[in-house]
């Protein structure tokens, strides 16, 4: 079985570009949430969403970032337009519905991002 | 709102032994999760234990045990036999209602277990 699957590994962008990250969460699960780790800050949770809906973005910095989820096995988070503090490792991590709170969050391998 | 502590930022744990990792957590939710998880330094995420505030008994999974004391709000990890590959960071996390029905996971700032051989 297929984990979560976020792409690109890595990125690397200037100041003020559009950057999109991609994730492929595992199928059957229900939740999926965008997590940014960095030294200063630890993981913060930005966004999640259940059945495709977001549910709690108050994580979202600004207006800057965005998040989407077409469809139940895709999701996006989009900065535009982005700046060198957004540079982190992003990761987009599912569980499954039911027991949500016993439920473990599975993690991709997350995107470093830096911004110069 | 939730909020996870842990204090030790850095460990170190000689080859074979055992360690004790420590979280303490708040949250004003009766019924919640804590999980931890382990962050090698090729920077996945790995799911290592769960402990539900309901449950009686410790949780344990092969080298891992969870010390829960629920009325000091406490969730240490225990790794016994400790192994050069257990070197990594580690997060003690918290899932719960924040209110609106939703269930986050908080995680504290990590500690870094270093194993000496």
């Known amino acids: 079985d297929a984990g979560v699957i976020q792409s690109p590994r890595h990125e690397v962008t200037e100041m003020g570009q559009e950057v999109t990250l991609r994730c492929k969460p595992i199928?059957?699960?229900?939740?999926l949430f965008w997590y940014r780790q960095t030294m200063m800050r630890g993981l913060e949770l930005l966004i999640y969403f259940n059945n495709n809906v977001p549910i709690d973005d108050s994580g979202m910095p600004e207006d800057r970032f965005s998040a989407k989820m077409p469809n139940a096995s895709f999701s996006t988070l989009k900065i535009q337009p982005s700046e060198p503090r957004d540079s982190a490792v992003y990761f987009c991590?599912?569980?499954?519905?039911?027991?949500?709170?016993?439920?473990?969050?599975?993690f991709g391998n997350g995107t470093r991002l830096t911004v110069t | 709102a939730q909020k996870i502590t842990q204090t030790q930022p850095g460990m170190f744990v000689q080859e074979k032994e055992a360690v004790t990792l420590d979280c303490t957590y708040d949250t004003s939710d009766q019924s919640y999760g804590l999980f931890w998880y382990k962050q090698p330094s090729s920077g996945e995420m790995i799911f290592l234990i769960y402990q539900g505030s309901y449950d009686e008994q410790n949780a344990t999974e092969g080298r891992y045990s969870l010390n829960f004391q629920k009325a000091r709000k406490s969730a240490n990890l225990v790794i016994s036999a400790s192994q050069l590959g257990d070197s990594a960071m580690y997060f003690c996390?918290?899932?719960?209602?924040?209110?609106?029905?939703?269930?986050?996971?908080?995680f504290g700032k990590g500690t870094k277990l270093s194993v000496i051989p």
């Open positions: 991590a599912s569980s499954p519905r039911g027991g949500a709170r016993n439920s473990p969050l599975h």
């Open positions: 996390a918290l899932r719960a209602s924040s209110g609106a029905g939703s269930y986050q996971l908080t």
């Open positions: 199928s059957g699960h229900d939740y």
